[in-house]
């Protein structure tokens, strides 16, 4: 059996240590370019959502590198997340491929059902295996995260472009090296010691928060990076929503109180997607002080086209400038470089800020 899944950030490196851990093979499809996201665009219906294009583009290119099992994460409810692994079996198969396509369904709280499930995929391993493997993917996603938290900050005040960025891959591939849990952790930390020792220090600077579609939160090809593209222009990123903070909102659901308890006066029940997330984290980083708010997700998203139109609000009440933008496979990078800037520039001025400063 050769596995392979989509990818989605840091996710490639966690799926590969737990999934090597219970003993497979695993395919990491090859780095997202041009060529999978047309892989995708050719073989989708059109309005399908730009996540689904992407991902399927990485399956056909892992298939074509001898991967012969698809992981893809399953789920309801009222957007079109849920059968996405339905319809790509469909497409896989409609261009030929026969892969064995194993949809997991996420623990909703259930986390001993969840493991049950787990287990059930790998004959011949046990619950002790499952913990192991569990253990050492789950330390990889909690200090991969907390390395890119410090790297959306520190990248603002690199002392050379590209230099924090290049420090942070480094460590990146260190950490995908190894499995020792204690060795992750120092990894990380030391990771994020070298890039603030590559930075220099700026009196005042502007801070972001980018809340939206978590697929395009996640995975930097889909967003164009504009976590990258934001720090190059000297502003501190805040992205409000993890890997860490998925599973974990999966398998403790009443963490979710907090962004509800926020969302609630302009959206009072879940609607799909990430909307509830969009619209708490948004007030939440208004009440932190944050000087604006960018919205990102793929043009077809209907919870995220819902959260637009209350962030207008919300923008109004809160007083804090957002910006939404819409990403599919015909957005343009000038287009939507020269829209950053401008939003960055209204910032800026509104903090009387000078330019030189950022
Ligand atoms: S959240 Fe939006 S982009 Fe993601 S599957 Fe649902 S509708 Fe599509």
Not at 89 to 102: L, Q
Not at 208 to 223: N, Q
Not at 240 to 247: A, G, H, L, W
Request: hydrophobic share 40%; proline share 5%.
């Amino acid at each position: 059996m050769k596995l392979t899944y989509p990818h989605m950030g840091n996710l490639d490196i966690i799926l590969k240590a737990f999934f090597e851990g219970m003993g497979k093979e695993v395919v990491v499809p090859p780095p997202i370019t041009e060529k999978t996201l047309s892989i995708g665009v050719r073989n989708c219906p059109e309005f399908a959502c730009l996540p689904l294009k992407i991902t399927l583009g990485n399956f056909i290119e892992a298939l074509d590198k001898g991967a012969d099992t698809i992981i893809m994460l399953g789920g309801f409810g009222p957007c079109r997340f849920g059968y996405y692994g339905q319809v790509q079996r469909e497409i896989v198969r409609d261009m030929g491929y026969n892969p064995k396509i194993v949809i997991v369904e996420p623990p909703h709280g259930d986390l001993k059902g969840f493991i049950k499930n787990v287990v059930s995929l790998f004959p011949g391993m046990t619950l002790k295996d499952v913990i192991k493997a569990g253990k050492v993917a789950w330390q990889k996603m909690v200090y991969l995260d907390k390395m890119e938290k410090a790297l959306l900050v520190l990248r603002a005040h690199e002392s050379r472009k590209g230099i924090v960025t290049q420090k942070y891959n480094e460590y990146r591939n260190y950490i995908d090296r190894t499995s020792d849990v204690r060795e992750i952790k120092r990894l990380s930390l030391e990771g994020i010691r070298e890039m603030k020792s590559l930075t220099k220090l700026v009196d005042t600077t502007l801070r972001i928060a980018v809340v939206g579609e978590i697929y395009l939160l996640v995975e930097p090809f889909a967003s164009q990076d504009i976590f990258r593209e934001l720090n190059e222009q000297g502003v501190e990123v805040k992205k409000t929503e993890y890997i860490t903070d998925v599973v974990f909102s999966c398998i403790m659901p009443w963490r979710l109180s907090k962004i509800k308890r926020a969302a609630n006066p302009y959206l009072n029940q879940v609607i799909g997607g990430h909307a509830i997330y969009t619209i708490g984290n948004t007030r939440i980083c208004a009440d932190d002080g944050y000087d604006g708010v960018i919205q990102i997700f793929p043009f077809t998203c209907t919870p995220e086209v819902v959260s637009k139109a209350i962030l207008n609000k919300m923008s109004k009440d809160l007083d804090i400038p957002v910006m939404s933008l819409s990403f599919d496979e015909n957005t343009g990078q000038a287009g939507y470089r020269t829209r950053i800037e401008a939003f960055v520039d209204l910032l800026m001025r509104r903090r009387g800020m000078d330019l030189v400063n950022v």
